[in-house]
């Protein structure tokens, strides 16, 4: 059944995902009654926008904190939910200067995908979702629930708090779904067969998407049973070039070769991931930082970025497309994982390390005690 979506726009909201809850409201008309509201109910104030209106705001001169929020105030602003409210609507409608900003302050900005839940079915996106559906900028702030006693609300807690107070209650499920029905961010342009030289033949698979041209590979009856997937990110240096510097060459390699080896699987070459999301000259300038001394985190942060801007929701749509449901994924990223079953597939990891060397011994290191990537190959 479809759910009901309709939202009024005068109302917070409830988002919920299968283990928490926010409260959400459009950035464009916020009101001090809504940010009290928050601040009553709700941990930190969040403001959920897109890379590009950061940038165009010029908050990416100020350095992410936590790793992926960037806390603002207005240089004159008190601590009232009036004071709070009349900064944000204003922030996103470009009326502030970065020279009015000081830094750090309390409302915490973070990234958040234009493409909403298609894109990456976070909170921030659901949010940003529920601002356009009614009518206003993409633009979102939101709060994560809190019980009385200061836990983090629960799924249950987050359905009686919506119903005691008349609040419309959303689940991000329901958002991708309907979105699904509606729309889509992908568009299958074109089919052709590739001979390769080490991994045999393959289907080539042309999309044209909102982060760029993605091909997928596709060998074999792929929509049939247990299907191995490899969501490879761009990198020009390692996978071109062979650069000792990460793995990523290596692990397209071995990908293309487990699924030959399989005559059954799809690689799908992320375009627009190059440098977690950054940008080959960005990549190349945060080598540079690392070779003073910064790690791979540290040197995405220093340049105005967050550690990483990549998402899978175009990638979850290529599945889809190919009747892909149940997927052994090929990966030591537990991100991909995460994000693919909130579009409801069967995910199951099948590791793709590759032996370090004294090249990427510490990127390695950074990728799995900074961003939690599953990579036992190496002594910490």
């Not at 165009?56 to 603002?72: A, C, D, M, Q, T």
């Not at 609300?153 to 419309?168: N, Q, R, S, V, W």
Request: proline share 4%; aromatic share 8%.
């Amino acid at each position: 059944m479809m759910p009901n979506l309709k939202i009024p726009p005068s109302k917070i909201c409830v988002i919920l995902d299968d283990q928490k809850a926010v409260l959400s409201f459009p950035a464009e008309i916020v009101s001090g009654n809504e940010i009290a509201f928050m601040m009553k109910n709700c941990d930190e104030i969040r403001l959920a926008i897109p890379w590009k209106l950061i940038s165009k705001l010029g908050l990416n001169r100020f350095r992410f904190y936590g790793e992926n929020s960037i806390p603002v105030d207005f240089k004159t602003n008190g601590v009232s939910a009036e004071e709070k409210a009349w900064f944000v609507r204003n922030l996103v409608k470009g009326r502030i200067s970065v020279d009015e900003i000081v830094y750090p302050g309390r409302i915490f900005v973070e990234e958040a995908k234009e493409g909403g839940v298609l894109e990456r079915p976070g909170f921030g996106e659901a949010a940003l979702d529920l601002a356009r559906m009614t009518g206003f900028l993409a633009a979102s702030v939101y709060s994560n629930l809190i019980t009385p006693s200061g836990e983090i609300a629960d799924i249950d807690y987050a359905i009686k708090f919506a119903g005691e107070k008349g609040l419309p209650l959303i689940k991000i499920k329901d958002l991708i779904f309907y979105r699904l029905k509606n729309e889509k961010l992908i568009e299958r342009a074109v089919e052709a067969t590739l001979p390769t030289k080490f991994y045999g033949t393959f289907k080539a698979v042309g999309y044209k998407t909102p982060i760029g041209e993605i091909i997928a590979l596709v060998k074999g009856r792929v929509s049939e049973g247990e299907c191995l997937v490899r969501i490879h990110s761009e990198c020009l240096t390692g996978d071109v070039f062979h650069s000792l510097r990460c793995d990523c060459g290596d692990q397209l390699e071995n990908a293309l070769k487990i699924i030959d080896k399989e005559g059954k699987g799809v690689l799908i070459y992320m375009r627009g991931h190059e440098g977690r999301g950054i940008g080959l000259i960005n990549k190349l300038m945060a080598y540079r930082l690392q070779e003073e001394g910064k790690d791979t985190v540290e040197a995405n942060i220093e340049l105005g970025f967050p550690p990483d801007l990549r998402s899978y929701g175009i990638a979850a749509q290529i599945l889809m497309d190919l009747g892909i449901k149940n997927i052994i994924l090929m990966t030591n990223n537990p991100l991909k994982i995460e994000e693919l079953k909130k579009y409801d597939f069967a995910v199951k990891r099948m590791e793709i390390e590759v032996e370090p060397s004294s090249e990427n011994l510490e990127y390695l290191k950074t990728k799995k005690e900074k961003m939690g990537h599953l990579i036992c190959r190496i002594n910490l």
